[in-house]
């Protein structure tokens, strides 16, 4: 078991920023793709963006293209997800998720392909 820990969520008014950050305490996430996602409510955990391994290859859903930049800290063993310019529909619990995988420069789309998750952190935007 890897435990994931998110942080940093919150209420915000509409085009406010956040930094999501996302911790593994006593794991490495070196073997590890990382991804967001998130889930509002009655709706299916979509993702939200993804990066490799090494932390050279990265992807974002297109709905939240230019505006949310995610990023790993390797020597700090952490996953962050930078929000800015937040939607009213960007409100949903946000999870972090971890991909055990070979590849240094693949990250995954498909939440099935995570073997970890978060307990996740609501962000919460107002119109």
């Known amino acids: 078991q890897v435990p994931l820990v998110e942080s940093g969520g919150g209420l915000v008014q509409a085009g406010g920023s956040l930094t999501l950050s996302c911790a593994a305490s006593?794991?490495?996430?070196?073997?590890?793709?990382m991804g967001w996602f998130r889930q509002a409510p009655a709706k299916e955990r979509e993702f939200v963006a993804g990066?490799?391994?090494?932390?050279?290859?990265?992807g974002h859903t297109d709905s939240v293209q230019g505006r949310f930049i995610i990023s790993r800290d390797i020597a700090k063993n952490m996953v962050f997800l930078r929000v800015i310019s937040l939607k009213p529909e960007d409100t949903a619990l946000y999870y972090c998720?971890?991909?055990?995988?070979?590849?240094?420069?693949?990250?995954?789309?498909?939440?099935?392909?995570?073997?970890?998750w978060g307990q996740g952190t609501q962000v919460t935007v107002s119109s």
């Open positions: 998720g971890a991909a055990r995988t070979g590849f240094t420069e693949r990250y995954f789309i498909n939440p099935k392909e995570y073997d970890y």
């Open positions: 006593d794991h490495t996430l070196s073997p590890y793709a």
């Open positions: 990066i490799s391994r090494n932390g050279l290859s990265s």
